[in-house]
């Protein structure tokens, strides 16, 4: 399971980066622009997460990860620039990312006996810090707030399987996926079909 | 005291809550954004707080500060969406959440033998940060810069009558009632009468 | 070094400072407002490098800090509001404070025995941080996204200067008044001579 959320954290890393480099770039900013909305991205919701578990943050205690996000960024830069991308593209690591981080963050914090509540809403945390670094770099709205559209409660949704899972007994590797696989299904069925939460005051 | 501290965070948590869930629901996001919104409002300047102070964070070492954020989130939306309420309203909940949040970040401080002027500081920032946050969110100027209206000055005034009556022996409860009091009545008179402080460049 | 590493704490405290304020300034805001933005450019920097390196906030472990701050804003409010000053004086200051803030923050970096590209990369956020805050909350956008402009990467070459003459075992010192002059020279220049990095997108 340690090893499991090591390379989820890599992956986690790695595509949340890319994101940030599609985002950034339809900015035209230049490459370290482009570099420093990678990195917030890759690296914003795990450090938010380490810093309220009062633990070491995880991209100054080992180095991998920050050559990671670079390495990844700089990549993206260069491949991407001359190609057209359609503009949703980015919707697809964008929810892998929230996948992925959001599952670590809630493993971490339960295995810091965290209670369910609170590791399950540090998931959403750390699922969403780095994307919304990302829209307020560049000053867009955030996904989060995008009406109607579940993006924290897929988060949340997916935190509170892996948490229901290894209360029933199941293997936390096996929560730890499914968990993922929740946060996706929710993520992208809500882009693909345009779900629609209650809001604030009714459209009439 | 340290009972009052308690219900008073427990307090300025609810209030805040609330204005967040207001002013989230102008903006026509739905259930899941205002509650971002609500407990961003709620949570964030006694967080700040906290890791400034490197002591544990407040809502993940007692889950109640979260039950109660989140209810409050909740009720709030579904009760205040049906209704009609005029725009300043949410100034006085913003008003009772800055003078809770100011008087329990300073003596947070203070107890952790804080110097006088780092003290009132924080206790300044534990009070604005969560509206700044709202704010921010938002996509609004943040009520701390609208020009002339005391807002970082008031509860800077409060901090620093619970200091001063402290130091002058006066029992930190009535102390801490004090400066609440000077809070809301500094904020209340300033967005009544519309005081103005001193700005940068002369209007003429 | 430690006692050199102090003093240039203090200075890129005041000269961030006085960035701080010239921005707010023109925003019309309040002596309250142009003091908030004051303090949180001169404090953020270092703020965000202390929390990440989980050392004590160094404002809050030495009030000095603090007064510094401080009595340069006010000083600074009152003596500027009277003057008409060319809107582009206020990037000497900031490429000062740039150039101060990235040094320290690399340095305290390496003296907790973090790698090279982590504290590199800790000087470059300790020297952007303050900045991009005061930015935000004067809604402009932050220096550090004008495309083409070095700006991180003029930290980022004084931080690897720093470590590049320490690794050849050049006195720690000499190594720290490089570092600064190689920001301050690459910021410069890049302001100057409207230097331009790769952008994304070509512009044809």
């Known amino acids: 399971m340690e090893n499991l959320l ?21 900015k035209r900013m230049d490459l370290v622009g482009v570099a420093m909305v ?15 578990l009062d633990r070491p943050v995880f991209w100054i205690s080992n180095q991998t990860y920050l050559l990671v996000a670079f390495a990844t960024t700089v ?9 057209k991308l359609p503009q949703r593209l980015f919707l697809i690591p964008d929810a892998i990312g929230l996948a992925l981080f959001a599952i670590t963050g809630t493993q971490i914090a339960l295995d810091l006996n965290a209670p369910w509540l609170v590791a399950s809403l540090l998931g959403v945390t750390t699922g969403v810090v780095g994307g919304v670094l990302r829209d307020v770099l560049c000053n867009e709205v ?19 399987t892996l948490i229901g899972l290894q209360a ?20 992208l069925i809500g882009v693909v079909f345009a779900i629609r939460l209650p809001t604030y005051s009714e459209r009439k």
Chains 1, 2, 3 share one sequence.
């Open 6 to 26: 090591y390379w989820i954290g890599l992956a986690a890393v790695a595509v949340s980066a890319v994101t940030g480099v599609l985002d950034a770039g339809r």
């Open 38 to 52: 990678g990195m917030a991205t890759a690296l914003g919701g795990g450090t938010v997460r380490d810093v309220l």
């Open 75 to 83: 990549l993206v830069f260069f491949v991407v620039r001359g190609l």
């Open 142 to 160: 955030p996904l989060i707030f995008v009406p109607g559209e579940p993006y924290a409660s897929a988060a949340w949704g997916g935190a509170l």
């Open 168 to 187: 029933l007994g199941v293997s936390p590797v096996i929560a730890a996926w499914s968990g993922m696989a929740v946060v996706l299904t929710l993520r």
